[in-house]
């Protein structure tokens, strides 16, 4: 089975421009994740969906990030306009449903962002 | 602020030893507890859970739970240098969402 899909694996740009990050689950899982990670802060929750529906976006830094969960198979993350400090990996990651708290979560192959 | 401690490491040790990993988390009311490991570069991959106090076995792994001393650890055993990464732990509060640690950096040198 396919693992979470994310695009692009890389993206650079200049500060000011949108950015947009995709990522596709697992099939069948009901839960999506969006994390950054950075040396400095490690892995960090942006957001998550439950069946489409933002649960928890308490991590989304400012209102420069947005992220939308139109159907069960696809996820975005959008920064606009973009900044040096947004520079990092950011992991999309699902889980199965009926796991609640001991759900167990799959990594995308992440989004290596660096903002110029 | 719920908070999840690990050493940054680098943790070294020769091939063939026992590597210790530790971490301490801040919430008590804490369920469910992870072991990631990420090579550089890479992803997280999950390689242990654990739910209840005690011990808890895969293979090289031994992942250690005491919710009392709110302490969870990952013992590898015969430690060899594919083993060289980054081990996350993370714990859940009761609810659908993890919190991590920085990370231990670990070295297995041959």
């Known amino acids: 089975d396919a693992g979470v899909i994310q695009s692009p694996r890389h993206e650079v740009t200049e500060m000011g421009q949108e950015v947009t990050l995709r990522c596709k689950p697992i099939s069948g899982h009901d839960y999506l994740f969006w994390y950054r990670q950075t040396m400095m802060r490690g892995l960090e929750l942006l957001i998550y969906?439950?069946?489409?529906?933002?649960?928890?976006d308490s991590g989304m830094p400012e209102d420069r990030f947005s992220a939308k969960m139109p159907n069960a198979s696809f996820s975005t993350l959008k920064i606009q306009p973009s900044e040096p400090r947004d520079s990092a990996v950011y992991f999309c990651?699902?889980?199965?449903?009926?796991?609640?708290?001991?759900?167990?979560?799959?990594f995308g192959p992440g989004t290596r962002l660096t903002v110029l | 602020q719920k908070e999840v401690e690990q050493n940054s490491g680098p943790l070294s040790v020769p091939e063939g030893a026992i590597a210790s990993l530790n971490c301490t988390y801040s919430?008590?009311?804490?369920?469910?507890f992870f072991w990631y490991r990420q090579y550089s570069g890479k992803s997280p991959e999950l390689i242990m859970s654990i739910y209840s106090n005690g011990d808890k076995e895969d293979g090289r792994f031994t992942a250690q739970l005491n919710k009392a001393s709110q302490y969870v650890s990952l013992l590898i055993r015969d430690s060899q240098p594919s083993d060289s990464a980054t081990y996350l732990c993370?714990?859940?509060?009761?609810?659908?969402?993890?919190?991590f640690g920085k990370g231990t950096m670990l070295l297995v040198s041959p």
């Open positions: 990651a699902s889980s199965p449903p009926g796991t609640g708290v001991n759900n167990e979560q799959f």
């Open positions: 919430d008590r009311g804490s369920q469910s």
């Open positions: 993370a714990v859940n509060p009761g609810y659908s969402t993890l919190t």
């Open positions: 969906f439950n069946n489409n529906v933002p649960i928890d």
